[in-house]
């Protein structure tokens, strides 16, 4: 089964950027949406993102609308979740998570039950 791992979390003042990538390992990247989700203390796991690897169809919370992007890199083995105008409310424990391609429902992409493979984790605290 694929590994993910992510990293590029840290800590930024409001306003900032940071970009998160995440690895996958063991299986072509190209066979796999990718997720990303965020959990910060006390709340529930929260999809952020999503990206098809059929037709590079994209998702966004509303949240993180015209602020986050998400893109892959198949060659790389990567995907990338470039954050932009962060705020204090985007401190959370960021995921990558996977979903072989042909059991993805564009539908059903913030849904965590969607996905079968998850990374450990990045944390990212934006904070003055």
């Known amino acids: 089964q694929p590994q993910l791992v992510e990293s590029g979390g840290g800590l930024v003042q409001p306003g900032g950027s940071l970009r998160l990538s995440c690895v996958v390992s063991?299986?072509?990247?190209?066979?796999?949406?990718i997720g990303w989700f965020r959990q910060a203390p006390g709340k529930e796991r929260e999809g952020v993102s999503c990206?098809?690897?059929?037709?590079?169809?994209?998702y966004y919370a509303d949240s993180v609308k015209g602020r986050f992007t998400i893109s892959r890199d198949n060659a790389k083995n990567t995907a990338y979740l470039q954050m932009n105008s962060l705020k204090p409310e985007d401190t959370a424990v960021y995921y990558c998570?996977?979903?072989?391609?042909?059991?993805?429902?564009?539908?059903?992409?913030?849904?965590?039950?969607?996905?079968?493979?998850w990374g450990q984790g990045t944390q990212v605290t934006v904070s003055s």
């Open positions: 990206i098809s690897s059929s037709d590079g169809s994209t």
């Open positions: 063991g299986y072509t990247l190209d066979r796999y949406a």
């Open positions: 998570a996977a979903v072989p391609q042909i059991h993805h429902h564009g539908s059903r992409w913030s849904s965590e039950y969607e996905y079968d493979f």
